[in-house]
């Protein structure tokens, strides 16, 4: 049986970091208030609008929490190449401008 998630489309990773980025609440506040809750649903009706994968809200928050996971290790990577000792020239990891988004928020 594959229990993979479906992926969600490039433009739905783009609106929700940009939600996000203009909510900062969102992510950083309680998520229990009901400023906070009506945000995540405008935000769950957007992206399930749009064409691409369907979730709740609590899968969107999951997928947001993932993102910004595999950003921020990839920073910790980057960060750590650079600081090896040994010479030689640093690990090529470069992070794309999704990541960016998401490492700022």
Not at 8 to 23: A, G, T, V, W
Not at 42 to 68: C, F, P, S
Not at 73 to 99: F, H
Request: charged fraction near 30%.
């Amino acid at each position: 049986m594959d229990t993979k998630k479906p992926i969600m489309k490039k433009e739905q990773q783009q609106y929700l970091l940009n939600f996000l980025m203009r909510n900062p609440e969102t992510v950083n506040g309680n998520s229990q208030l009901p400023a906070t809750k009506r945000l995540w649903t405008e935000l769950t009706e957007a992206l399930n609008g749009m064409r691409g994968v369907r979730m709740t809200q609590k899968d969107w928050l999951e997928t947001y929490k993932l993102l910004a996971h595999r950003a921020k290790a990839k920073v910790r990577t980057q960060r750590a190449s650079i600081q090896r000792t040994g010479g030689g020239p640093p690990a090529d990891i470069c992070l794309t401008e999704l990541e960016k988004k998401t490492i700022n928020i």
